[in-house]
């Protein structure tokens, strides 16, 4: 609650251990002489996965592999090709 009258700054408390961790495995292979087939594998835990959850919640299973290149896409080019919800 926004106390406007005695404005202050608050200590939050520290994010729990293992709360909101990201573990990535990525796999490259050189294709020919010059392309690089990269294929990413993205876990999320915790606070991170309930959020990327909460992304597809209102989608059908079919849906989620066209989806997620729009979440990806704000931060990096991305194709998506296989979507395993946990």
Same mark, same amino acid.
């Given at each position: 609650?926004?106390?406007?009258?005695?404005?202050?700054?608050?200590?939050?408390?520290?994010?729990?251990?293992?709360? @909101?961790?990201?573990?990535?495995?990525?796999?490259?292979?050189?294709?020919?002489?010059?392309?690089?087939?990269?294929?990413?594998?993205?876990?999320?835990?915790?606070?991170?996965?309930?959020?990327?959850?909460?992304?597809? @919640? @209102?989608?059908?299973?079919?849906?989620?592999?066209?989806?997620?290149?729009?979440?990806?896409?704000?931060?990096?080019? @991305?194709?998506?090709?296989?979507?395993?919800?946990?």
């Amino acid at each position: 609650m926004q106390d406007l009258k005695e404005p202050k700054l608050v200590s939050l408390p520290s994010i729990p251990e293992g709360s @909101a961790n990201v573990e990535t495995q990525r796999v490259i292979t050189l294709v020919g002489q010059q392309d690089l087939l990269v294929k990413e594998t993205v876990t999320l835990h915790g606070y991170y996965g309930s959020w990327m959850r909460g992304n597809f @919640a @209102a989608d059908e299973p079919s849906q989620c592999l066209q989806h997620m290149p729009r979440i990806i896409e704000e931060h990096q080019s @991305a194709q998506v090709e296989e979507f395993k919800p946990a």
